[in-house]
Structure formats: structure tokens, C-alpha cells
């Protein structure tokens, strides 16, 4: 638990950071219901934005230290159109220490090495608790709860890298999706997973190029002339086409451009980014020759994941956290609340703990089905019962290659429905033919299930969706505009007598009005040659 997880060598900066005298809960509000077309649950979106400024006074008084000026305030730079909410956090690689610090001050217990399979639920439909299994000896452990929050992160594992190594994903490669798969198997509705998660990075190393962190330094998004082709580094949809169109131009590739700038402004960047996060990025530009100084740091775009944290899909809640099945919360990188980051993850974790207590307060234990357990065991060691068989490892790379094959965007119906009918195939072998001679391959083995099925999760929310939105994370060839009269809704997903079903839900009257020339703010992302 001290060094796991997507902050596991911690944060440059926080992304979304909402401090008085630099922005207001409702500005914040408008600018996420509009970088997101305008399909949020503004309640969720307003209640993150009031609370999150308390945490990041707490992350401060645990010892994380936070850009400020010489007056001592908060160094807030401007990214985003209507607010200054980035935070750079100069010994950000401290964030996991000081939080493992507190868990340990308040005596809580720790599980390491279990994996958590399924969720279990009462006769009467509520949250019951959750099975795990140990990743080292593959002991089987029944958790009973009166409430469960899900805080399992993204899923980085869906799409294959370019590099083709499995865990050399932009996302940490722990979070394969399993928060998805059990959400989904629980009865939980998941929302909007059409809308991917594809991120700018850099070539061959797979992680970030951090135009986002660079950008309020000077640095910037430029093509081969070393033209600024779009008007704001702000991870949108529509930036990530506008960045797609580039690189399929004659004017790609895309680059990061830094070699206009002071020498103190580089080292300063370089002090982040080399240090905090991914620590190897400095050693793989030193392998390269490259410096920032003298060359510009070339681009491609990321494989697909679901991510709330970086565009929208994730398991629907409500601003309490809840999600549509009762006792069950989600936070963090899995739960429905867009453009979230870490600061999202830490301050609606805060809110889902606190109404999980609540809601747990005074209730019974809700009794457990045994059979239900006897059902999960025997799927869990399925794989470990064969003589002989598929290793995971064979499956899961065998599903990632048809995601990058059928499902990358732009989408094509025929591409989706060849990739349902090879995801079925693979079922098949992951059901009845996959092997798993150790502990850890068991490990592996669940997390190609949970791979398989956000895969399956992915092609079915993208057709059912009719209609392009979210610029690049949802671009439909047969459906190539928005169409606002039939899908301005969410989508939720969802399993019904142990089929996948989809059905739309109206977007809740907004708190925060945004004005008619306010929307287009992201969707006019491309700098005209008269700018």
C-alpha cells in the first residue's frame, strides 16, 4: 500500500485545484460542464469544487508541499479557458509516504496482497460485502460489509500500447478494470463508457508529455513548422481530435515544443518532470540524446482506456459518491464524476466516506447467500483445476491487440461488430481453457477477465450511442455530429438477468447556467492561420 496505485511514486501537480481568490466553485463547475459537452451531473461536479480546497489544506498540513509565491499563498497557473486551477507540487513524490503516514496514525487495518474478485449482495439487493483472493498463497477471504467503496482506478489495461509490452501502458498497469468488472456484476450501472480516455504522450515512452504541466511555463503543442496549431493544452475531447488531425496531416508529427524558453524556466520544468511521477522519463530522453533545450519532444496518442479521471466513463454516482446500488459507493478514477485527477479521487473519496459511515450507522449485517461464495470460488480457481491450457498472459494480449485492431476511435460499426464476435471467442478460452499454475498467474488470470469485460463493456457502450461526441473519444463515422435532441443524456450500462443492457438518463437541471457562446469554448480548439 506505500508504493502502489496510479500515484505510486506520486504527483507533479494537481491538476484541478479550486483555491479562493484564483477561482469559484461555480466557475470551476461551468468549465467542466463544457469541456465535457455538457453531459455532467453539475451536483457531483459543484460538491467536489466547494470540498476540495479543505483537502488540499490537509495534504498540506501532512507535509506536502505545494508551489506558493513569496507571500506564502498558492502558485495557481492558468491551463484551462476560465479559471487558473493547476498546482505544481515540487516534492509531490512525498504524496504516498505522507498519506501511508496517517493510515498508520489512525491504526486502520491493512489487507495487502488480496485481490478483490466480486461484490456480494443481500436477498434484498444491498451490499452485502466482497470476496478477495491473495495474490501470494490463493487463500479465499469473505469480507462481510455494511457499506463498500469501490477505489480501484482506471482501466489502464484495455488498449495495447504501441510498444506492445502489456504493462507499458500510459495508465498505471495495476488497474486493469476491475472496479468496472465487479460494478458491472454487482447490478451497478456504469455511465458514459463510450467516451474513452486517449491522452497525449511521448513517443516510445508511453507515458506524459505534460503540455499540461509545461504549458503554464511556455511550453507548447506544436506540428513539424513548430506552429501552436491549438489554442489550449487542456486534456478535452476535442483537443485530442484537433491533435489526431495533426498527426494524420502533413504537418505531423506533433510535438512538445520547450526549446523557446530561458534556460532557469527548462531546469525548472525538467526539476518536475524528472523527478515526480515517472522518475525514468529523465533517463529515457539522456538514452535518446534529447534536450529540452535544443529539441522539440515528439508526440502519439495513448491506447484507450476508461478513465473518469481524464474524460467521463466511469460507474454512475450521485454527488454522495452512491451508486445505483444501495450501500455501494465509488471514487476516484472509476466513478462518474469527469475530468476528476487525483485531487477528484482524494476529495470525493472524503465524501463517500463519510455517507458510507452514515449510511452504515445503526444497520445489521446483510446475510450472505453461500451459494453465491461456493459460485465465486469455483470460477476464481477454475484455472488453477487444469492440467493444461492457455496461459493469461496469451489471453490478455490476444484481447488488447483486437481492442487497438476494432475499437480505437475513429469507430466503425462493422470494426465493433467483428470485435464483439472475436471478444466472445476469447470467452470461451478464458472460460474453459485458461491456465493458471501459480498464484500470481491466478493474479493475472482475474485481471484478463476484468479485461475482457471492459472490452466487452467498451464496443457495446460505443454502439449504442448514436450519434459523435467528445471530440475524439467518441467519433462515430456512420454518426459523424452531435446529435442533441436524442443523446444529450447520459448512458448507463448496465447487466439485467446476466445480459449487458443500455438506457439513457436526462442530465439533471444544471445549478450553474453556461450561456449559449459559453459551450463552444472546447469545440473551437483549432488556432485559425488569421490568429
Not at 147 to 171: D, H, Q
Not at 253 to 282: C, M, Q, W, Y
Not at 320 to 341: C, E, I, K, Q
Request: charged letters at 25%; aromatic letters at 10%.
Amino acid at each position: 500500500m506505500k508504493r502502489s496505485g496510479a500515484i505510486s511514486m506520486g504527483m507533479d501537480g494537481l491538476n484541478n485545484a479550486v483555491i479562493p481568490g484564483h477561482a469559484t466553485p461555480e466557475q470551476y463547475t461551468k468549465e467542466i460542464t463544457i469541456a465535457n459537452d455538457g453531459i455532467v451531473n453539475q451536483a457531483a461536479v459543484l460538491k467536489y469544487a466547494q470540498r476540495c480546497y479543505g483537502i488540499i489544506e490537509e495534504l498540506d498540513r501532512f507535509g506536502i508541499r505545494f508551489a506558493k509565491t513569496e507571500n506564502g499563498d498558492f502558485a495557481v497557473k492558468k491551463v484551462h479557458h476560465l479559471g487558473s486551477y493547476v498546482l505544481p507540487m515540487p516534492n509531490g513524490d512525498t504524496v504516498k509516504k505522507a498519506l501511508y503516514r496517517q493510515l498508520r496514525r489512525a491504526r486502520l487495518l491493512i489487507s495487502n496482497r488480496y485481490m478483490a474478485t466480486r461484490l456480494l449482495t443481500g436477498a434484498d439487493g444491498r451490499i452485502a460485502g466482497a470476496i478477495a483472493v491473495n495474490t501470494r498463497s490463493a487463500e479465499f477471504l469473505v469480507i462481510r460489509a455494511k457499506t463498500v467503496i469501490l477505489c480501484m482506478g482506471a482501466a489502464g489495461r484495455l488498449g495495447l500500447p504501441a510498444s506492445g509490452y502489456l504493462f507499458g501502458t500510459y495508465e498505471n498497469a495495476a488497474n486493469s478494470g476491475d472496479g468496472y468488472a465487479m460494478a458491472y456484476h454487482a447490478g451497478a450501472a456504469l455511465a458514459n463508457l463510450e467516451c474513452f480516455q486517449i491522452n497525449p504522450l511521448i513517443k516510445d515512452y508511453n507515458g506524459p508529455a505534460c503540455a499540461y504541466v509545461a504549458g503554464p511555463f511556455g511550453a507548447y503543442t506544436a506540428n513539424n513548422e513548430g506552429a501552436r496549431f491549438i489554442e489550449c493544452d487542456y486534456w478535452s475531447g476535442q483537443m485530442m481530435l484537433e491533435f489526431f488531425n495533426e498527426l494524420k496531416s502533413g504537418k505531423g508529427p506533433v510535438f512538445l515544443k520547450l526549446n523557446h524558453l530561458h534556460e532557469d524556466t527548462i531546469a525548472e520544468i525538467e526539476s518536475i518532470l524528472h523527478k515526480v511521477e515517472r522518475p525514468s522519463r529523465g533517463e529515457f530522453h539522456a538514452g535518446r540524446g534529447t534536450d529540452y533545450r535544443r529539441d522539440m519532444i515528439e508526440m502519439h496518442i495513448s491506447e484507450i482506456g476508461f478513465c473518469s479521471g481524464h474524460s467521463a466513463s466511469g460507474v454512475f454516482v450521485d454527488e454522495f459518491a452512491r451508486t445505483t446500488v444501495p450501500g455501494l459507493y465509488a471514487a476516484g478514477d472509476m466513478a462518474s464524476v469527469p475530468h476528476n485527477y487525483m485531487l477528484g479521487a482524494f476529495t470525493n473519496g472524503a465524501i463517500a466516506g463519510e455517507d458510507a459511515a452514515e449510511q452504515a450507522y445503526g444497520l445489521d449485517f446483510a446475510e450472505i447467500d453461500p451459494v453465491d461464495i461456493a459460485r465465486e470460488r469455483e470460477r476464481v480457481l477454475a484455472p488453477t483445476r487444469r492440467e493444461d491450457g492457455i496461459p493469461p498472459n496469451q489471453i490478455e494480449y490476444k484481447t488488447r491487440r483486437l481492442v487497438n485492431d476494432y475499437l480505437q476511435p475513429p469507430k466503425v460499426r462493422r470494426k465493433y461488430e467483428l470485435a464483439q464476435a472475436r471478444f466472445a471467442e476469447i470467452r470461451d478460452d478464458l472460460e474453459n481453457r485458461m491456465l493458471a499454475r501459480n498464484a500470481h498467474e491466478l493474479l493475472r488470470a482475474l485481471e484478463a477477465a476484468s479485461i475482457l469485460d471492459c472490452a466487452d463493456m467498451a464496443a457495446f457502450a460505443s454502439l449504442y450511442r448514436q450519434e459523435s461526441r467528445w471530440g475524439l473519444y467518441h467519433l462515430r463515422t456512420d454518426y459523424p455530429a452531435k446529435d442533441e435532441a436524442n443523446w444529450f443524456c447520459h448512458t448507463l450500462l448496465s447487466k439485467r438477468d446476466g445480459r449487458m443492457t443500455g438506457e439513457k438518463r436526462a442530465v439533471d437541471p444544471y445549478i450553474v447556467p453556461v450561456a449559449d457562446d459559453e459551450k463552444a469554448l472546447y469545440g473551437k480548439q483549432r488556432l485559425r492561420a488569421s490568429a
